[in-house]
């Protein structure tokens, strides 16, 4: 989507960019079903910069959108208010009211503007189709490897860093806590990490989860960044899942987990020692 998107805009010597509702459709008509969203729009945003796209349009999903017809949707949005000079869209992209809307319709009314269209056929990989569903079921399975070969990049997410009950520290392992919106589809487990602190990249170990050996309470993503010394509090760090590597264990004692975070610790450093495939590269720095 995103190279026919700069190839037509190039062609129209047009700048490029990408238009998305917020909230999404989906959240709108059923509020009790958060949808897990792989790429909030600030990090939306820093993704399609890094790719070249020139901008990143967000329109409100509310209920004069939701009734908005689809041909209102095309010719008075698209082609009037934002001037678009074509469009790029999904084979299976529907929109307007009642989802009448189709890309076969918009290529009809489109051609009666003098505007471009192109409808990008279906994408498959691993004798799958390549789509949220699939990247979310991946995500969902711990399966960070396959998650980045249907993404095209390893995952990423942003969040803030609060205080935690500083028991890393105790232990030798200082961590920043990170709340993960509850809707966050991620397996619990421990992963290696690659974390953007003030525009610099460091290396670290996660834990993803309740800490059943201490608390059982509420899902915390802590990460104890490697040969990073300073604070973190109140930052907003970007953090690349690059590999899970096992699932939450319940120790029996303090000595037990910290033996356990060390081989963590070991076999992370090991895994990202090796470069990214090429066709699922690391974004960051951002």
Known sequence: MIDAARHLAATLERPCAILTFDPHPRSYFRPDEPVFRLTPDPLKAAILGHWGIHGLILLPFNSAMASTSAAAFIDTIVFGTLDAAGVVVGHDFHFGKGREGSPAFIAEHAQAQGRAAVIVPPLTAFDEPVSSTTIRTALAEGDMVHAAHLLGYRYLFQAE???????????????????????????EGIYAVRVEVDGK???????FGRRPTFDNGAPLFEIWLMDFAGDLYGKTLTVEC??????????????????????DAAEARAILAVPPAEDAPSLLPL
């Open 161 to 187: 860093v609060h205080h935690g009950e500083k028991i890393g520290r105790t232990l030798g392992f200082p961590t920043a806590n990170l709340r993960l919106p509850p809707e966050n589809g991620l397996m």
């Open 201 to 207: 990249v460091h290396d670290g170990v996660a834990s």
């Open 242 to 263: 690059v590999q899970r590597q096992r699932g939450e264990l319940k120790f029996d004692g303090v000595e037990a987990l910290i033996e356990q975070m060390h081989k």
